[in-house]
């Protein structure tokens, strides 16, 4: 099975973090996971959306908002690099599903909130991958 190079990035990253618990140093999270990832062990389960962006995409840029709720809430600013990179992650995570290597989660109040584990074989894929570095 071929795949490209974000997809390989897409399943290093996902086993790094929900199996390993491994990241690196400079990993970039959204300020909401920082919060509460330590506590609530549900961030642990998934590669989320806004964290391939973050770490794969690193000329996006962040626009701080005020929120009712929190201090500030980070959101990516919507411009055209931001949209391309919308376009092909969804077109990258629907072609790892399709293979049967990722398996997604979309939060019931907001769509935007998506996160991806990996399936059996995507855990094998990403094995792989990581030991074929050597």
Not at 45 to 56: A, G, H, R, V
Not at 64 to 80: A, G, I, W
């Amino acid at each position: 099975m071929r795949l490209g190079k974000f997809e390989k990035w897409i399943l290093i990253a996902c086993f790094k973090k929900t199996i390993q618990h491994d990241l690196p140093d400079d990993w970039r999270r959204p300020r909401g996971h920082r919060r509460i990832e330590a506590t609530d062990g549900f961030h642990d389960k998934y590669l989320f959306k806004s964290e391939i962006l973050l770490n794969y995409f690193p000329a996006l840029r962040l626009s701080q908002k005020q929120s009712l709720f929190d201090d500030v809430v980070e959101k990516f600013q919507t411009d055209n690099l931001y949209r391309k990179a919308l376009v092909t992650y969804r077109r990258t995570a629907d072609q790892l599903g399709a293979k049967g290597l990722i398996k997604e989660f979309v939060g019931d109040d907001s769509p935007s909130w998506t996160g991806i584990q990996l399936t059996e074989a995507g855990i094998w894929k990403a094995i792989e991958l990581d030991l074929s570095k050597y």
